[in-house]
């Protein structure tokens, strides 16, 4: 862990995005590590801590690799999980305003359910609303709490926190 | 048996810390897509004074996260080559036509180690309902078994006693912890066939065994006593088990140069049991299983085992 944080404080090379999921049905040891060995896996992970009484994984990217989100969260599929919440920490840099509710990041445009836009080397923390990134129940209830319409449900959406 | 289920119920009472990697029953979770297991077992009990024991190896995959398939290869000294050559007498009644029957039961018989054979499982999640501590998964199981024993009683085992197919559901649930899994499943055996020379001419007659569908079926608990409290994935941990296992199954027939035989032998008969078997399991660095357990019948007994039972495992996957 002090290395993932660590690593975050380094200004020597450019910041590396750090994702943290919690996942639901992890109850063992050996289901943890079932789960980092699928995130291993992915040629943009430069390194996972499985908190297992938390039921956590923290992933660090590697800031040279094309970040695929969808990814990350296939490889809790595949190990035979699910995800309960995924968390980003990005900065201004790693993402492009294409409006004032749309963004694009990581190769994907998410539209802006609330929260402040992170500026200049000031990280913010942002929780991906999405098909497979929480449970479906959680997803519906915060999109009926944002009033979205049931057209635009199935876009990705983005919350600063 | 008072102070066993005095013993049960204590355990299912206190059973908070829970491991669901059961030794002798399959969860309905599946492997990680991609990822290969190894398993070696064996289980072995007094017959009278004669060991009878299984040795098997199982290759387990992940074919999706939903699908894992289980190949397994057994070796075991339970049959002998062929039926026993007396599995059927005959008299002559009055002096008449010759009145053929299943002999007795035998017990304590020696027969060399034999291959069996092999025997695949397609195990299908098709239901996951996770929580943060808690989830419900629902499993669909298909198996099939290339195994060509001389297996001359009715009870059936596909693993190693049975040619045959099989299919089935696993429901297992974890809550706060306390972990249960359920297994039902059916069994349709296939005959068994083969050439013998008849006792009184000496000329080759075909001798089939029809075994009667079967059910097998379980209740799996697991205890976590030690470990899997840090991040720490080389810390060691141990849990207790306790398995009830049954089956149950239909008359077999015996079948002799195209005659049906009648049966003297109980072995033949339909029957059902349920056996306890309590286990503990070490973990080692979270992917090394070695368990033991121990089996005793709580209701009937089986036809193809005596008590206790003893069964040990030790797995181990390849990520």
């Avoid at chain 2, 290759?59 to 039926?83: C, E």
Wanted: with cysteine; hydrophobic share 40%; charged share 20%.
């Amino acid at each position: 862990m002090c290395f993932l944080f660590g690593g975050l404080q380094d200004p020597s090379w450019s910041q590396p995005v750090l994702v943290k999921m919690g996942i639901n049905g992890l109850t063992c040891s050996a289901c943890a590590r079932s789960v980092e060995m699928q995130i291993r896996k992915l040629p943009f992970v430069r390194d996972v801590v499985m908190d297992i009484a938390g039921t956590e994984a923290s992933v660090l990217i590697a800031p040279d690799r094309s970040f695929l989100p969808e990814k990350l969260m296939k490889a809790v599929y595949k190990a035979g999980f699910s995800v309960r919440d995924f968390r980003v920490r990005m900065n201004a840099s790693e993402f492009r305003v294409i409006s004032s509710n749309r963004l694009e990041w990581a190769g994907s445009e998410y539209i802006i359910l609330s929260g402040h836009l992170p500026d200049g080397r000031q990280g913010s923390e942002a929780r991906i609303i999405a098909r497979k990134y929480l449970p479906e129940s959680e997803r519906k209830e915060i999109l009926d709490s944002y009033s979205i319409d049931p057209q635009n449900r199935k876009s990705k959406f983005i919350l600063f926190l | 048996m008072r102070w066993l289920w005095i013993g049960c119920f204590l355990f299912l009472r206190t059973a908070l810390n829970a491991q669901e990697l059961f030794p002798l029953s399959e969860p309905a979770n599946t492997l990680p897509a991609g990822v290969l297991g190894l398993r070696l077992y064996s289980d072995g009990n007094y017959e009278i004074r004669t060991l009878k024991w299984m040795a098997g190896a199982r290759l387990m995959y992940g074919v999706t996260s939903r699908l894992s398939l289980y190949l397994s290869g057994t070796a075991s000294n339970h049959h002998s080559k062929k039926l026993p050559p007396d599995l059927v007498s005959h008299t002559h009644p009055s002096g008449g036509s010759p009145y053929y029957f299943t002999r007795q039961v035998l017990r304590g018989q020696v027969y060399p180690m034999n291959w069996n054979g092999f025997h695949l499982m397609a195990k299908y999640r098709f239901l996951n309902l996770d929580g943060k501590n808690s989830h419900l998964r629902m499993a669909l199981i298909a198996e099939g078994s290339l195994v060509k024993q001389a297996h001359d009683e009715a009870e059936p085992n596909l693993l190693h006693d049975n040619r045959g197919w099989g299919a089935g559901l696993i429901v297992s649930l974890l809550q706060n912890r306390f972990a249960a899994s359920m297994t039902l499943a059916g069994i349709l055996p296939s005959d068994y066939i083969e050439q013998s020379p008849d006792q009184i001419t000496g000329s080759p007659v075909e001798r089939r065994m029809s075994y009667g569908n079967g059910l097998r079926y379980s209740l799996s608990l697991g205890y976590l006593v030690q470990g899997n409290r840090t991040n720490d994935y080389d810390e060691p941990s141990t849990s207790l088990y306790l398995e009830l296992i049954g089956s149950s199954w239909g008359d077999a027939k015996f079948v002799y140069d195209g005659r049906s035989i009648p049966t003297e032998n109980p072995a033949f008969k339909a029957g059902y049991y349920l056996e306890i078997h309590p286990g503990i399991q070490r973990v080692i660095g979270s992917n090394l299983r070695m368990e033991l357990s121990v089996g005793f019948p709580l209701f009937h007994r089986s036809w193809v085992h005596y008590y206790p039972m003893y069964s040990l495992g030790i797995q181990r996957f390849f990520y």
